[in-house]
C-alpha cells in the first residue's frame, strides 16, 4: 500500500540544494566535464547505456554526472528520458559479422581466421594500484588513438573473422542458429510480457537486465545450480552499423554506428533420442563495451533454454519467470527503495494490530494462569 505525504516541502527543497552542492564537491577543484566522463570513464557510461536501453554517450555521460557516480540512479534518469522520445521505427537486426572488431577473443581455438584481438582489456593485469594515475598525466604520455589497435579498419588489408560457431556449424558439432520467421519482435518497452516467453523477449529483458544480478545466477550456473559450464566460443567487442528501412523512402539509410559486446558460449549436449550430440548455445548482446555483462547473459540464456533442449529443470537460473521479472534493476530500486518513503499510516495501522494482539495474549495467559491456580 502506498500512502501520500504531505507537507515537508522546505525540507525538500533544502535536500536537493545540499544534494547540488554535494554533487558539486570541493569548488576550490575544477568540475569533471561530460567529456572527461564519456573518455576516462567509458565502461561506467558503457553500462548506462546498456542496461538504460539508450545508446547516447553525452547522455549516459550526464546522468553519471547527475547520479554522482551512481550507476543504477544514472541508469534510472536515461530510461526515464527514454520514455520521452518519439519513436520512428525500428532498425534492421545488427549484423555482428560485419563488425569492425576492436576486442575479439575465443577461448575454444588458439589459432582462429583473423586471429585473437586482445584489444583493451583488464584480463591480463595486475590487481595492483596503479598510484601513478594519482598524479597529473605526463607530458610524454602516449595517445590512446594512436596506440589502439585497428583490426578491420584497414582497407588496403581486410581481416575476415568468421565467428566461431559458424566453423562448428560447418561439422554440424552445434545446433543452427535460430531461424527468422520475418514476424515483429516483441517490444518489451511498450508491452506487458506474460510468461512463457519467446527467445527474443528473453534476450531483450536479460540485456537491460542488473549486470550484478545476472553475473550472479550466471555463477551459480557454473556451480552446479544449472549444469551448465561452458566454452566461450568468441567474445567480440567493436562497431557494428545501425541501418533503417524508411517506409516513406523506400530504400535502407545508414544510422552510423553503435558499439557492442557479443557473446556466444559452447555447451556440451548429450542430444535426444531424435537429435545426435552435438554443442548449443548461450547468446548476449549487449551496448558498450561490457564483457562480464555479456558473457553472464549469455550463461544465463542458455540455463533457460532447459525445456526446449529436454533437460531437468531444478535451478533458479531455469526458472524464467523468477530470473525475468527481478532482473530490471530500475523496477527492483524503485520496489525496494520506496520502503525509505513515509508510511506512516500504515505502521500506525501495525502498531495498532500488534498492540492489540499482545493485550489479547496478555489477557489469555492470565486467564489460563487462573484457571490453572484454581485448579
Same mark, same amino acid.
Given at each position: 500500500?502506498?500512502?501520500?505525504? @504531505?507537507?515537508? =516541502?522546505?525540507?525538500?527543497?533544502n535536500a536537493h540544494a545540499l544534494l547540488a552542492?554535494?554533487?558539486?564537491?570541493?569548488?576550490?577543484?575544477?568540475?569533471?566535464?561530460?567529456?572527461?566522463?564519456?573518455?576516462?570513464?567509458?565502461?561506467?557510461?558503457?553500462?548506462?547505456?546498456?542496461?538504460?536501453?539508450?545508446?547516447?554517450?553525452?547522455?549516459?555521460?550526464?546522468?553519471? @554526472?547527475?547520479?554522482?557516480?551512481?550507476?543504477?540512479?544514472?541508469?534510472?534518469?536515461?530510461?526515464?528520458?527514454?520514455?520521452?522520445?518519439?519513436?520512428?521505427?525500428?532498425?534492421?537486426?545488427?549484423?555482428?559479422?560485419?563488425?569492425?572488431?576492436?576486442?575479439?577473443?575465443?577461448?575454444?581455438? @588458439?589459432?582462429?581466421?583473423?586471429?585473437?584481438? $586482445?584489444? /583493451?582489456?583488464?584480463?591480463?593485469?595486475?590487481? $595492483?594500484?596503479?598510484?601513478?594515475?594519482?598524479?597529473?598525466?605526463?607530458?610524454?604520455?602516449?595517445?590512446?588513438?594512436?596506440?589502439?589497435?585497428?583490426?578491420?579498419?584497414?582497407?588496403?588489408?581486410?581481416?575476415?573473422?568468421?565467428?566461431?560457431?559458424?566453423?562448428?556449424?560447418?561439422?554440424?558439432?552445434?545446433?543452427?542458429?535460430?531461424?527468422?520467421?520475418?514476424?515483429?519482435?516483441?517490444?518489451?518497452?511498450?508491452?506487458?510480457?506474460?510468461?512463457?516467453?519467446?527467445?527474443?523477449?528473453?534476450?531483450?529483458?536479460?540485456?537491460?537486465?542488473?549486470?550484478?544480478?545476472?553475473?550472479?545466477?550466471?555463477?551459480?550456473?557454473?556451480?552446479?545450480?544449472?549444469?551448465?559450464? /561452458?566454452?566461450?566460443? =568468441?567474445?567480440?567487442?567493436?562497431?557494428?552499423?545501425?541501418?533503417?528501412?524508411?517506409?516513406? $523512402?523506400?530504400?535502407?539509410?545508414?544510422?552510423?554506428?553503435?558499439?557492442?559486446?557479443?557473446?556466444?558460449?559452447?555447451n556440451q549436449f548429450k542430444g535426444t533420442a531424435?537429435?545426435?550430440?552435438?554443442?548449443?548455445?548461450?547468446?548476449?548482446?549487449?551496448?558498450?563495451?561490457?564483457?562480464?555483462? +555479456? #558473457?553472464?547473459?549469455?550463461?544465463?540464456?542458455?540455463?533457460?533454454?532447459?525445456?526446449? #533442449?529436454?533437460?531437468?529443470?531444478?535451478?533458479?537460473?531455469?526458472?524464467?519467470?523468477?530470473?525475468?521479472?527481478?532482473?530490471?534493476?530500475?523496477?527492483?530500486?524503485?520496489?525496494?527503495?520506496?520502503?525509505?518513503?513515509?508510511?506512516?499510516?500504515?505502521?500506525?495501522?501495525?502498531?495498532?494490530?500488534?498492540?492489540?494482539?499482545?493485550?489479547?495474549?496478555?489477557?489469555?495467559?492470565? +486467564? +489460563?494462569?487462573?484457571?490453572?491456580?484454581?485448579?
Amino acid at each position: 500500500m502506498y500512502v501520500a505525504a @504531505k507537507g515537508g =516541502e522546505k525540507a525538500i527543497r533544502n535536500a536537493h540544494a545540499l544534494l547540488a552542492k554535494r554533487r558539486r564537491g570541493n569548488r576550490n577543484l575544477p568540475s569533471i566535464s561530460l567529456a572527461q566522463i564519456a573518455q576516462q570513464l567509458t565502461l561506467a557510461v558503457d553500462r548506462v547505456m546498456a542496461e538504460g536501453s539508450l545508446y547516447d554517450v553525452e547522455l549516459a555521460a550526464l546522468a553519471v @554526472k547527475q547520479a554522482r557516480g551512481d550507476l543504477i540512479e544514472a541508469i534510472f534518469l536515461i530510461r526515464a528520458f527514454r520514455t520521452t522520445l518519439p519513436r520512428f521505427g525500428y532498425a534492421k537486426a545488427l549484423d555482428t559479422a560485419e563488425m569492425l572488431v576492436r576486442r575479439r577473443v575465443s577461448a575454444t581455438y @588458439k589459432d582462429l581466421p583473423g586471429g585473437q584481438l $586482445l584489444g /583493451p582489456t583488464f584480463d591480463y593485469t595486475h590487481r $595492483l594500484l596503479d598510484t601513478s594515475l594519482g598524479v597529473a598525466d605526463p607530458a610524454n604520455e602516449v595517445d590512446d588513438q594512436a596506440s589502439e589497435a585497428k583490426p578491420a579498419d584497414d582497407a588496403a588489408a581486410p581481416v575476415s573473422m568468421p565467428r566461431v560457431t559458424d566453423l562448428l556449424g560447418q561439422e554440424g558439432l552445434i545446433e543452427g542458429a535460430p531461424a527468422d520467421d520475418g514476424s515483429e519482435p516483441f517490444d518489451i518497452t511498450r508491452a506487458p510480457v506474460s510468461y512463457p516467453v519467446d527467445r527474443s523477449t528473453r534476450l531483450q529483458t536479460l540485456a537491460r537486465g542488473d549486470e550484478g544480478y545476472l553475473l550472479a545466477l550466471g555463477y551459480s550456473t557454473q556451480r552446479g545450480y544449472g549444469r551448465s559450464h /561452458p566454452f566461450v566460443g =568468441e567474445i567480440r567487442f567493436g562497431d557494428v552499423e545501425v541501418i533503417f528501412e524508411a517506409p516513406e $523512402l523506400g530504400f535502407e539509410v545508414s544510422l552510423g554506428t553503435v558499439q557492442v559486446t557479443e557473446c556466444q558460449s559452447v555447451n556440451q549436449f548429450k542430444g535426444t533420442a531424435t537429435t545426435a550430440p552435438q554443442f548449443t548455445r548461450g547468446y548476449g548482446l549487449v551496448f558498450g563495451q561490457c564483457e562480464r555483462k +555479456a #558473457l553472464s547473459m549469455a550463461l544465463v540464456e542458455r540455463a533457460l533454454r532447459w525445456e526446449e #533442449l529436454g533437460e531437468e529443470r531444478g535451478a533458479p537460473a531455469q526458472d524464467e519467470e523468477f530470473v525475468l521479472s527481478h532482473c530490471d534493476n530500475v523496477q527492483a530500486t524503485g520496489f525496494v527503495e520506496h520502503l525509505k518513503l513515509p508510511h506512516y499510516v500504515d505502521f500506525q495501522a501495525e502498531l495498532d494490530l500488534v498492540r492489540r494482539m499482545r493485550a489479547e495474549h496478555e489477557e489469555s495467559r492470565r +486467564a +489460563a494462569d487462573m484457571k490453572e491456580a484454581a485448579e
